[in-house]
């Protein structure tokens, strides 16, 4: 129950990086875990060279910001057995402080959760069933948002846009790739490609203007029943917002219950390798 628990809880955080099919924590109206894949074996790729122009220019620019926040409107499918398809719906704000600072929250039909990770420590907290959980992980956000899913099984929305190389995170991959226009995002002129891969397909949309920034994401789970869907429309980037320490501080609510989780408590006794071996 508590490994369950820890599970949803951790996509309140900010990624598609999903291996393979998506992990059981999508259960209990929780958002398929976005999901590009990043260890299967690409094969043949065939990607139009300006779609990967594109993605390569919003790499980049995301790359290079020291800090950043966004707010993104999430849709996603749930397809219970015996019931018909549901459409649930979030709101998720991220910020980030690179190398080693991220924290998000997010509210909606399904998930009302916080997520703070200050370097060492990443802590999570349900709104709705006033718990928590918190242990040590890597010290980078790379290694921080890899570590959940290798030791949990769950990755987080959006969290490939978080990454130190989206492009290689999310490309890496693709087996078919092409440019579709100019289309528009709620009012933003756009760039919009598509990608397949082996499990999934997804689309991107990248600001067309002089800031090649992500503007809305969409991706189909073509492997899993009724092939449930995931959009997400970021509808603020902000690279001038404040994110202070203070940001990154978690403090839980008095009333709240501290749940301990296995993969997180075994962390506390020892440092993950990565974290040893750069002292």
Same mark, same amino acid.
């Given at each position: 129950?508590?490994?369950?628990?820890?599970?949803?809880?951790?996509?309140?955080?900010?990624?598609?990086?999903?291996?393979?099919?998506?992990?059981?924590? +999508?259960?209990? *109206?929780?958002?398929?875990?976005?999901?590009?894949?990043? !260890?299967?074996?690409?094969?043949?790729?065939?990607?139009?060279?300006?779609? !990967?122009?594109?993605?390569?220019?919003?790499?980049?620019?995301?790359?290079?910001?020291?800090?950043?926040?966004?707010?993104?409107?999430?849709?996603?499918?749930?397809?219970?057995?015996?019931?018909?398809?549901?459409?649930?719906?979030?709101?998720?704000?991220?910020?980030?402080?690179?190398?080693?600072?991220?924290?998000?929250?997010?509210?909606?039909?399904?998930? =009302?959760?916080?997520?703070?990770?200050?370097? #060492? #420590?990443?802590?999570?907290?349900? *709104?709705?069933? =006033?718990?928590?959980?918190?242990?040590?992980?890597?010290?980078?956000?790379?290694?921080?948002?890899?570590?959940?899913?290798?030791?949990?099984? #769950?990755?987080?929305?959006?969290?490939?846009?978080?990454?130190? !190389?989206?492009?290689?995170?999310?490309?890496?991959?693709?087996?078919?790739?092409?440019?579709?226009?100019?289309?528009?995002?709620?009012?933003?002129?756009?760039?919009?490609?598509?990608?397949?891969?082996? =499990?999934?397909?997804?689309?991107?949309?990248?600001?067309?203007?002089?800031?090649?920034?992500?503007? *809305?994401?969409?991706?189909?789970?073509?492997?899993? !029943?009724?092939?449930?869907?995931? +959009?997400?429309?970021?509808?603020?980037?902000?690279?001038?917002?404040?994110?202070?320490?203070?940001?990154? +501080?978690?403090?839980?609510?008095? #009333?709240?219950?501290?749940?301990?989780?296995?993969?997180?408590?075994?962390?506390?006794?020892?440092?993950?390798?990565?974290?040893?071996?750069? *002292?």
């Amino acid at each position: 129950m508590t490994r369950y628990l820890f599970a949803i809880a951790a996509l309140c955080a900010v990624g598609l990086a999903c291996r393979g099919t998506a992990p059981a924590a +999508t259960a209990a *109206k929780e958002a398929p875990p976005p999901a590009i894949e990043p !260890d299967l074996a690409a094969g043949s790729t065939l990607v139009d060279a300006r779609a !990967d122009e594109l993605m390569r220019a919003m790499s980049a620019r995301l790359a290079q910001a020291e800090s950043f926040a966004l707010e993104a409107e999430e849709t996603y499918d749930e397809v219970p057995e015996q019931s018909p398809r549901q459409s649930l719906a979030g709101i998720r704000r991220v910020a980030v402080r690179r190398p080693d600072r991220a924290w998000g929250d997010a509210t909606g039909d399904a998930v =009302n959760r916080t997520f703070v990770y200050d370097g #060492t #420590t990443l802590s999570v907290y349900d *709104k709705e069933q =006033n718990v928590w959980a918190s242990g040590v992980v890597p010290p980078t956000i790379d290694g921080a948002l890899d570590w959940a899913f290798e030791q949990t099984g #769950t990755v987080v929305p959006l969290a490939d846009f978080l990454y130190a !190389d989206p492009y290689a995170r999310m490309m890496g991959s693709v087996q078919r790739g092409v440019y579709l226009g100019i289309h528009d995002v709620a009012g933003v002129p756009c760039h919009h490609l598509s990608f397949e891969q082996a =499990n999934i397909d997804w689309q991107i949309w990248i600001d067309a203007g002089r800031d090649p920034l992500p503007r *809305k994401l969409t991706i189909a789970y073509k492997t899993e !029943d009724e092939v449930p869907q995931y +959009t997400a429309v970021i509808r603020k980037w902000d690279f001038k917002a404040a994110v202070p320490d203070s940001l990154f +501080t978690f403090a839980p609510p008095a #009333t709240a219950t501290r749940i301990e989780v296995p993969a997180m408590a075994r962390t506390q006794t020892a440092q993950p390798v990565e974290a040893q071996e750069k *002292k």
